[in-house]
């Protein structure tokens, strides 16, 4: 078996079919409703509301979620509506509402009976979706979250329609919406790049759709002539020309996102849909405020949380007063990583407690909560990241119940991954060979940068680099090596030595020479 044949192998590629879809990603433009799991029936008679809405110039609001999916699905969805000459505004909810997503609380903010469409949220609305058929409000819901379950039934709220695919990001279910709401013009009015920022920040799979998505956003991202991506991309010091999916993952959504867990997300759907580069510039110094705050308070949650963290325990469970509810995710993210295993962070509220639980695959997060039943007031996301509200007087037999599906995990479960694709010997690493990994992109969730790993590689030299010496050079057998982030280890190496290591096989331009360097993700002193 081949490098490649490995590869693809890993990410679950193995028919010819799924790898030809994989290698030349069919333009979303030409792909099928169903092939994305959305109903065409569904989607008809949302286009039938939404026209029907507009010829009467009946207000329309899109109602999205405040993370970084569902402000591009907002904009996204907003734009077509907006160019289809709707009476449309955006609403997106703070997190001062109990309830995230649509809510009765943010319903009563409507007035003249408006058509209301959700984007990435509203699957599990059932009480709004009651009181918006009760005041005469029309509801469709576009979402791609896990609905509710009832005795291995799914159960959906009463709507006009719900368009619906588990196989997409927020933004992508609204992309296919806008799409069939253009008709031949789709392809002419954008929301392609909005498409992929949307995508790469909600970490679906890059597979499939979302691979074509992302791929052809790109290209879309790359000469965007909206004023705020270009601000956004200058502050953070970034080639929009050469944008990758790590730097949008890395540096775009989390600025996008730190709108929404700190101050207001509307900002940020502001900076992406405004035409005006004075405009974009004020709003662009408003998220790097609130991004740096975001980075600053998250720093001091986690130092907090992981003291918090006991010993012999299958699950992580934290809660504090002084945590803020919009930085819980983050926090419980990091925790899953640094000790492989569920982590549940909770932000006391005065009215309520807000959790976040971030997972591992082998155990399912968003049916461990909803297995949690009325002890919790409103649940919603994913396998790998959900999240709840409940009165802080459940969350002792919350946490009794969570620890207690989690005792089910075994030490194999708890046990991190692999860290690399396949062994690899340095003389097969070749510009032939890179050329293939090339093909493997655009990079992300689900597809990530490919990892080899390479025993007893002889040291030759090394040197610290960067600020603070916090970098490592390092020149191997036939190549050059850089290990960010690992300068300490320069006084534990010597040359000669023999070494392990994992890494990415990388272009390096330099003064018109293109030579390959290995990325260093990971050394250790071989035996």
């Known amino acids: 078996m081949t490098v490649i044949d490995i590869l693809l192998k890993k990410r679950g590629l193995t028919s010819p079919d799924k790898i030809k879809e994989f290698f030349s990603p069919q333009n979303p433009q030409k792909i099928s409703l169903t092939a994305v799991g959305i109903k065409p029936s569904a989607i008809d008679r949302a286009a039938g509301v939404i026209k029907s809405a507009i010829k009467a110039q009946r207000p329309i ?97 009463e709507a006009a329609a719900i368009v619906h695919s588990d196989q997409l990001a927020g933004v992508g279910v609204a992309w296919f919406l806008a799409r069939h709401l253009r008709g031949e013009r789709s392809s002419h009015l954008g929301g392609d790049d909005l498409a992929a920022i949307g995508t790469i920040a909600d970490m679906v799979p890059l597979l499939g759709a979302n691979r074509s998505l992302v791929k052809y956003g790109l290209e879309k991202l790359q000469t965007s ?21 790590h730097q949008v993952s890395f540096t775009l959504a989390p600025r996008l996102n730190a709108m ?86 909770v932000a006391l509220g005065p009215h309520h407690a807000k959790a976040s639980m971030r997972s591992i695959k082998s155990f399912d997060a968003i049916k461990a909560i ?42 194999e479960d708890l046990q ?18 890179f050329k293939e990994l090339e093909r493997f992109a655009p990079f992300g969730f689900g597809n990530p940068v490919p990892l080899f790993y390479t025993k007893s590689v002889k ?30 280890l320069a006084e534990k190496l010597e040359p000669g030595q023999l070494i392990d290591i994992i890494y990415s096989i990388e272009q390096n331009s330099w003064n018109n020479h293109q030579s390959l360097e290995l990325k260093i993700k990971e050394i250790k002193v071989g035996k």
């Open 416 to 433: 991190p991954e692999t860290g690399y694709d396949c062994d690899l010997e340095l003389k097969q690493i070749n510009w032939e060979l």
């Open 61 to 157: 609001y899109v109602y999205g979620d405040y993370d970084a999916d569902g402000i591009s699905a907002t904009a996204v969805l907003w734009e077509a509506l907006h160019q289809l000459k709707a009476q449309v505004l955006p609403y997106i909810a703070g997190r001062n509402d109990p309830v995230r997503g649509l809510s009765v609380n943010g319903l009563k903010n409507f007035k003249n009976k408006p058509l209301v469409i959700t984007v990435d949220n509203g699957i599990t609305g059932f009480e709004a979706a009651d009181f918006a058929k009760k005041n005469g409000l029309d509801l469709i819901i576009t979402d791609h979250h896990q609905p509710k379950q009832e005795k291995g039934k799914t159960v959906w709220p």
């Open 260 to 345: 929404g867990r700190l101050a207001d997300s509307v900002d940020a759907l502001r900076l992406l849909c405004t035409t005006d580069p004075k405009r974009a510039q004020a709003l662009t110094v408003k998220l790097n405020e609130v991004n740096q705050l975001r980075q600053d308070q998250t720093i001091t949650m986690f130092a907090d949380a992981r003291q918090k963290v006991g010993a012999n325990r299958n699950l992580v469970f934290v809660q504090s007063q002084n945590y803020n509810e919009g930085l819980v995710g983050l926090v419980a993210g990091r925790l899953a990583e640094e000790f492989h295993r569920p982590a549940v962070v």
């Open 225 to 245: 002539p909206r004023p705020g991506i270009i601000a956004l991309a200058k502050a953070a010091q970034i080639d929009l020309a050469k944008i990758t999916p």
């Open 459 to 488: 040291l030759l030299s090394f040197y610290p680099v960067g600020a603070e010496n916090r970098h490592l050079k390092l020149k191997l057998p036939g190549f050059a090596g850089i290990a960010f982030g690992q300068g300490d």
């Open 370 to 411: 909803r297995d949690l039943g009325d002890l919790v007031m409103e649940r919603g996301g994913h396998p790998m990241a959900a999240g709840f509200t409940a009165d802080a007087k459940n969350l002792p037999k919350i946490k009794k119940q969570l620890e207690a599906a989690a005792a089910r995990l075994t030490d």
